[in-house]
């Protein structure tokens, strides 16, 4: 099993541009989750998805950042635009079915550094 | 929400040498993962231990549900377990984890 497989790994960008970050998660996980990590904050979970459709977006922190996923095996968090108070490592997990309340597997991260 | 308190917040050891962290919690929890976050920044899973006992060669941690604490020990440190160890809890019907702060251990040879 490849596990929870994000692109890209690095992404340095300018303010103002737009950044979709993607995700997949490991085969027959139905939870996908989006956590973000900084120094001030720590990791904080930003939206979560059961079988594709979001269930609690209130740790979004903005209408700038979106996210989807169309299909079992894909999904990507966007931020448009960007700012550099963005600047993270975001982190996508996932778990299996049924139940959530199981151990979550993270991806590497993508780490953002917008200038 | 439930709050999550690691101790220490950084600890130095010497190759070989045993230590316990410490995590607290607020509330009542059924999910209560371990993790370790390497120099690279990969969150690598060491333990799911809602309650009781687990080992897993030289690491080995124990929850204490009803007293709201776990720990996580490591013996005979070595270098490569350096990193930021990382307790996260999720509450019943509720599906976020949350974090605590971290410990950063730092194992010197």
């Known amino acids: 099993d490849a596990g929870v497989i994000q692109s890209p790994r690095h992404e340095v960008t300018e303010m103002g541009q737009e950044v979709t970050l993607r995700c997949k998660p490991i085969?027959?996980?139905?939870?996908l989750f989006w956590y973000r990590q900084t120094m001030m904050r720590g990791l904080e979970l930003l939206i979560y998805f059961n079988n594709n459709v979001p269930i609690d977006d209130s740790g979004m922190p903005e209408d700038r950042f979106s996210a989807k996923m169309p299909n079992a095996s894909f999904s990507t968090l966007k931020i448009q635009p960007s700012e550099p108070r963005d600047s993270a490592v975001y982190f996508c997990?996932?778990?299996?079915?049924?139940?959530?309340?199981?151990?979550?597997?993270f991806g590497p991260g993508t780490r953002l550094l917008v200038l | 929400g439930i709050q999550v308190e690691q101790s220490p917040p950084d600890l130095i050891l010497q190759e070989g040498a045993n230590s316990t962290l410490r995590c607290n919690f607020s509330d009542s929890v059924n999910n209560l993962q371990w993790f370790h976050q390497n120099p690279w920044g990969q969150l690598i899973n060491l333990f799911y231990?809602?309650?009781g006992t687990k080992q897993n060669g030289r690491l080995s941690a124990t929850t204490v549900a009803t007293e709201r604490y776990s720990l996580l020990y490591i013996s005979s440190s070595q270098t490569t377990d350096s990193g930021v160890y990382f307790c996260?809890?999720?509450?019943?019907?509720?599906?976020?984890?949350?974090f605590g702060a971290g410990t950063t251990v730092t194992v010197r040879a």
């Open positions: 997990a996932s778990s299996p079915s049924p139940d959530a309340r199981e151990t979550q597997y």
């Open positions: 085969s027959g996980h139905d939870y």
């Open positions: 231990i809602p309650s």
């Open positions: 996260a809890v999720l509450r019943s019907n509720d599906y976020k984890l949350s």
